[in-house]
C-alpha cells in the first residue's frame, strides 16, 4: 500500500471535514443571531414595546456581531452553488428584512403630526437615505450567487455617494434632538401628540427600526471595504443601549404626566362637546373609548348625566379620578384602574351594592294591588356603603348613588370591573374596581 497516498487522502478528508464543520459552525452563530434579530422584529410590528424592551437588552448586541460575517460567508459563494446553510442563512434574512420593511401606517400618522418633512428636513432626509441603501442591501443575498460582486459594488458605491452618515443623524437627533427638538425626538413626539403613550410608542418602535437598519448597512459597509468592523460594532452597542434607556425614560415619562394630562383631556372634551350639540349616551359612549384608548393601560368608568345639583339627587366618591359637576351642561365622573389589576369579585360587589339602602318599596292595596317605591336622598344612601368602600380605593375605586328622575344617566366599564343596580323608581347604585 502506497502510504503516502494514503496519508494524503486523509489528509484532504480532515481538512474536508474540517472545513464543513467550521462552515456549519459559522451558519449557525449567524443563523442564532438572525433569529434573535427577527424576535425583535417580531416584537416591533407587534407594537409589543414592553417586550421590544426587553430583547433590546440581550439581543442586539449578538445580532450586530454576526453581520459581517453573514456578509463574508455569502460572498464566499460567488459563482458557487448554494448550501442549505446559505440558503437557510438567506431565508432568515428575507424574513429579518420584512419585520423592519414593514409600513407602519401609525408611525407615519405621528411623523405628520411633529411635521417630520417641513420641519426637519434631516430626519427625514436620513429615513429616505437608510430605505433606499437597504434596497441595495437586500440585493446582495436575493439575488444569485453569481452577482454578489455586483450587488455589493453597488452597495459600496451607493454608500459612499448617498448614504451622508444618516444613521449618526438620526441617533444625535433622539439623544439630543438639536435647536428645534429640545430633548430629541422622542420629547417632541411626546408633546406633539400630548402624551399619548400608543403613538409614541409606535414612533419610538419606527425610528428603533431606521437604527436596526443604519447599524446594519454600515457594519456591511466596513465589512466589505475592510475597515475597522469591531470598533463599528461597539459603537453601535453602545448606541442601541443608550436608546434603550431613553425610550424607557419617555415611557415613563409619559405615565406620570397620566393623571394631569387626562384631567386636561377630559376638560377639552367637555367644552368641544356641548349638550346641545351631542346627547349624553352619545357623549358617555365617546369619552369613554378615548380614554381607553389613548390611556390603554387603564381600565376606566365613566358616568355621565344631567348637571343636577344636591347630595339629595346624587352622590359619588372616587379616588385618583375626576369629578366634573355642572361642566358645559353636564355631570361628569370618571375613574380608572390599572388593567393589571385583579378584577373584582362580582358576587361580592352585587351584595354590597343589593345592601346598599336607596329604595324602600311597600306593598298597597288599595283600590287595587300595586307597589309603592319610597327614594332615599343619595347622599343618606352612599353612607350606607360599607366603610371599607367608602373610605378606601382598594378594591373599589369608585361608587355612586344617583337619582333615577329623568337625568339622563349612562354608566359604561367592563362588565369584569363594575356592578350596576338600576332602580326604575329610586336610584342608580354602582361600584367599581
Not at 277 to 295: P, Q, S
Request: net charge positive; charged share 20%; hydrophobic share 35%.
Amino acid at each position: 500500500m502506497n502510504w503516502k497516498v494514503l496519508a494524503g487522502v486523509l489528509l484532504v478528508l480532515y481538512v474536508t471535514v474540517a472545513t464543513t464543520k467550521e462552515i456549519r459552525n459559522t451558519a449557525s452563530n449567524i443563523q442564532h443571531g438572525l433569529s434573535l434579530a427577527k424576535e425583535i422584529g417580531d416584537f416591533v410590528v407587534a407594537k409589543n414595546f414592553t417586550n421590544v424592551i426587553g430583547k433590546l437588552a440581550t439581543a442586539v448586541t449578538p445580532y450586530l456581531g454576526i453581520i459581517g460575517p453573514c456578509v463574508s460567508f455569502i460572498m464566499g459563494f460567488v459563482a458557487k452553488t448554494e448550501t442549505a446553510e446559505l440558503k437557510a442563512i438567506k431565508d432568515l434574512s428575507t424574513k429579518v428584512d420584512n419585520r423592519f420593511d414593514r409600513v407602519d401606517s401609525q408611525f407615519d400618522e405621528v411623523k405628520n403630526l411633529i411635521e417630520w418633512v417641513k420641519v426637519q428636513v434631516q430626519y427625514s432626509s436620513a429615513e429616505q437615505r437608510i430605505n433606499a441603501l437597504n434596497a441595495r442591501f437586500e440585493n446582495i443575498y436575493t439575488f444569485s450567487t453569481k452577482d454578489v460582486r455586483k450587488t455589493t459594488s453597488a452597495f459600496v458605491n451607493s454608500y459612499d455617494s448617498t448614504y451622508q452618515e444618516s444613521g449618526t443623524i438620526l441617533y444625535q437627533g433622539i439623544m439630543q434632538g438639536g435647536h428645534v427638538f429640545g430633548g430629541g425626538l422622542f420629547t417632541s413626539v411626546v408633546k406633539h401628540t400630548n402624551y399619548h403613550r400608543g403613538k409614541s410608542q409606535a414612533f419610538m418602535l419606527g425610528l428603533l427600526k431606521l437604527l436596526m437598519k443604519a447599524a446594519k448597512l454600515e457594519l456591511t459597509y466596513y465589512q466589505l471595504t475592510h475597515k475597522d468592523v469591531r470598533g463599528n460594532q461597539n459603537q453601535w452597542s453602545t448606541r442601541f443601549s443608550e436608546v434603550r434607556k431613553k425610550m424607557m425614560a419617555t415611557d415613563a415619562a409619559i405615565v406620570k404626566e397620566f393623571k394631569t394630562q387626562s384631567g386636561k383631556d377630559i376638560d377639552d372634551l367637555l367644552k368641544n362637546n356641548l349638550k346641545t350639540a351631542m346627547n349624553n349616551n352619545d357623549f358617555n359612549n365617546m369619552i369613554y373609548g378615548y380614554l381607553t384608548e389613548k390611556y390603554s393601560w387603564k381600565d376606566w368608568l365613566t358616568v355621565t348625566y344631567n348637571d343636577i345639583t344636591g347630595g339629595n339627587v346624587h352622590y359619588v366618591g372616587e379616588c385618583g379620578g375626576y369629578i366634573k359637576f355642572r361642566n358645559h351642561g353636564r355631570n361628569f365622573v370618571a375613574a380608572s384602574v390599572d388593567r393589571s389589576k385583579r378584577h373584582i369579585n362580582m358576587a361580592t360587589a352585587r351584595s354590597i351594592v343589593s345592601k346598599v339602602d336607596s329604595c324602600k318599596v311597600t306593598t298597597s292595596y288599595r283600590p287595587h294591588k300595586h307597589n309603592i317605591y319610597s327614594r332615599k336622598d343619595a347622599d343618606k344612601a352612599y353612607q350606607t356603603f360599607p366603610s371599607s368602600v367608602r373610605d378606601h380605593c382598594d378594591p373599589y375605586a369608585a361608587q355612586g348613588v344617583i337619582s333615577n328622575n329623568g337625568y339622563d344617566v349612562h354608566i359604561k366599564g367592563l362588565p369584569s370591573r363594575m356592578y350596576w343596580r338600576k332602580q326604575e323608581k329610586c336610584n342608580h347604585v354602582f361600584i367599581f374596581g
